[in-house]
């Protein structure tokens, strides 16, 4: 027989007993249905992980400065200034003797507020070199825009860069190029913005596109070689607030980081730094997704054993109220082989009906997941449909038709033709 | 041997010859002789009809000439060839072009249309779709079922759906055509138009092989055995 022959067999044998056959694939449905949603949103996560990992630069180490817990120093005189974080010497250290670091990118907060009118702003001010632009992963967001030249410092010009986010914050609708930014009594000249695409964070601190960006030396001039924060008669001294440093060779970076860490942690007396390996996070983030295939995959194949056996059910059913129509069959000249294809085929066909219906339900069910966890903010779930997820789904209900299928259809291809013909 | 009837052929080339043929069950311990050793030749255009009480072995012989079971002793050749000894795909075959089957109970497959029931030994042949149903639709027309290619079994009267299982025994050509107790389901009237089939076919060369009920029947046939008891003669 055929494919076409058999198909129109086949069709003809499902539609008698339709509502049946759709309630026998049930399980595979709910099967691929978890196959495909769990697929998009473990690919949409990846993707989403990637994206922020990419954000803060993947050849990146971050040293950010961490206030240590108070009260653990030896605080008893009233104006006893606190020193903590990332220091001068680490910064020579690191220069002198980490091979793998080809460039150092000091960023300072500038700890004073922006404000709108009257209000003050979440914006925040950092002062650092030009290098910043390249390792913070931002870009020039026209050819207008310029980022902070090695002049800028020299000659103490005050001229700012703004993230898009604050820009608009500040200027609403208006051109920032050549606007004044007020930072502590001192007016900034916008003379660039910028924008991370990734939407990334300074060291997972201040958010890139609602930065005010100024030159180190011109804050340095304006206020000073620490920056200072007065506080319930205290003062603080940070010498850097993040330090970026950028590896030449990716794959030397998790000795790199090893390396610093064990440098940091003799050179400072307690943990008054954090040290941030995108790298890292991308391999962790990995593992992550790995354990999520595990899991997913054990969801998966528990829920499509428990509809490949309503299948092999349902087929055995079928087979034994059709015992007669294999006895005609056979009488009529069909071989073994033509009864077992008939009913393989049949089988198949519902397990790729369900995993037709499994998808559709997948792909809804993980865009209404996104839509759900959105409701909240902003940031929610992300879901991915791949076409490699919709073929692993087919191939999956096809596999499971094929195992499910074949011992009814083996059944029936076994049965006695005179016996099959005689019953009822 | 053979009663020529008015109408019979010459006698021609053996079709079937049985040598010592007999089916036995094993039940409890005790052995049932369904079939008795039996010998018999049945020529190519021959109408044989095969009579007897109820439980007597004449649906045990039809299903060993449709080799629907094997034989537990003798021989079946079926046109010079030995087919009891057949593995199951070659006397899937045989059964598929060699041997047209009618049963008492018609056997339509009633979730397919009866152009699609007609077809089915031609799909067991290989043929071509095309080929097939205008196959399917020529032996619907011959029986005047013309126009009702759509139908299903159950929208038909029990003549016209013996009349479907006719068209489909006779659907890959086969030189013999095995009937069991055909009119069986069938009221009188009806019962003699299927016959009126029969005669017809055996008028254009077909070999028919009937088991029946009816002695009224034997006057269509130019051979006739008759059993009793597992035990099969000629008359
Ligand atoms: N599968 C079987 N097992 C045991 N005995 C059987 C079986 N099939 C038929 N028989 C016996 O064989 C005999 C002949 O049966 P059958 O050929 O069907 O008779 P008929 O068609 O003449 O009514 C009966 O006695 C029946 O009981
Ligand atoms: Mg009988």
Redesign the pocket.
Known sequence: MNLLEMSVTVYASLTRHLVRSLLATLGIVLGIAAVVAMLAIGEGGRQEALRQIESQGIDNIILRSVKPAEGNAQQTTRSYTQRYGITQRDVEHIESVFENVRLIVPVMEVRREIYLGQTSTDIKAVATTPAFLEVSRCRLVDSRSRFLVPTDGKILDPVCVVGTKAARRLFGHRDPLGQAVVIGNVSFRVVGLVENPGGGRIGGQFELNNLVCMPLETATSLWGGITIQMRRGMAEKVDYDFLYLAAKNIDAIPGTAGRLRTYLRGAHAQVDYEVQVPYELLQSARRTQRIFTVVMTSIAAISLLVGGIGIMNIMLANIFERTREIGVRRALGARKRDILWQFLAESVLLTSIGGGLGAGLGIATAAAAEMISRLGGEAGLKAVVTSESLIVALAVSVITGISFGTHPAWKAAQLDPLTALRHE | MTQPSPHAPPPTAPLIELTGLEKT?E?GGTL?Y?LRATDLIVRHGAFLTVM?P???????LLNLFGLLMRPTAGTYLLEGRAVSGLNDDATSAVRCKMIGMVFQSFNLLSHLTILENVCVPMQYAGLPRAAMRQRGKALLDRFGLDGRYGSRPTQLSGGQCQRVAIARALANDPPVILADEPTGNLDEQTGLEVMGIFQELHRSGKTIIMVTHNPAYRKYATQAVS?HDGRACET
């Open positions: 069950y039940a049932i369904a007897g109820s439980g007597s072995g004449k649906s045990t059993i």
